[in-house]
């Protein structure tokens, strides 16, 4: 009598009280799984969305675009030199440059401040994308860590292995 009322509850791979208790709380461990491929999936596309191949035009912009920060440090180291080698000279351009009115000054820093915003945005959106591309790849790295470790704990003793290995314990204890 017990039997079919345990088989009606638990058999044909059934949990009736498990199936009864998810209709009013959620089952946690489904509701994680179904988080982690929805993860996955957002972060593949993500990553996709920035992997379109650059053509020629994208690649001579990118050179152009990392001109500026060399050629304003090179300028400036050029600007010392040339007032230690000929002050009078440098004097000269100096003065040059003290003529130049305030409003084209703050022009130039707003020309300067949205060349480098934009540039530091964009590589910051860059960044994003590597460290999504980072986690999708760590979870695969994670896995297979995960399996060579459970493969080399499922090796079989080696006899001959653990009987040098005590030798050799007890040599270094003696010796």
């Given at each position: 009598m017990i039997m079919p009322l345990v088989s009606s509850f638990f058999g044909n791979n059934r949990n009736v009280l498990r199936e009864t208790i998810e209709v009013f709380?959620?089952?946690a461990?489904?509701?994680?799984?179904?988080?982690?491929?929805?993860?996955q999936a957002a972060?593949?596309?993500?990553?996709?969305?920035?992997q379109s191949p650059k053509g020629r035009f994208e690649r001579v912009m990118d050179g152009?675009?990392?001109?500026?920060r060399p050629m304003l440090a090179l300028g400036t180291l050029g600007l010392m030199v040339s007032a230690m080698v000929d002050p009078l000279w440098f004097a000269a351009r100096m003065q040059g440059i003290a003529?130049?009115?305030?409003?084209?000054?703050?022009?130039?820093?707003?020309v300067v401040s949205f060349y480098f915003g934009g540039r530091a945005q964009m590589k910051s959106q860059e960044f994003q994308s590597s460290m999504a591309n980072t986690y999708v790849n760590?979870?695969?790295?994670?896995?297979?860590i995960n399996n060579l470790t459970r493969t080399e704990k499922a090796k079989p003793?080696?006899?001959a292995l653990a009987q040098w290995q005590t030798r050799?314990?007890?040599?270094?204890?003696?010796?």
């Open positions: 709380q959620e089952n461990e489904a509701s994680a799984v179904r988080d982690n491929s929805l993860t972060l593949a596309q993500f990553a996709k969305e920035f152009l675009n990392r001109l500026p003529l130049v009115p305030e409003p084209l000054w703050w022009l130039l820093g707003i760590a979870q695969q790295v994670v896995s297979r003793d080696n006899p050799k314990a007890a040599a270094a204890r003696r010796g």
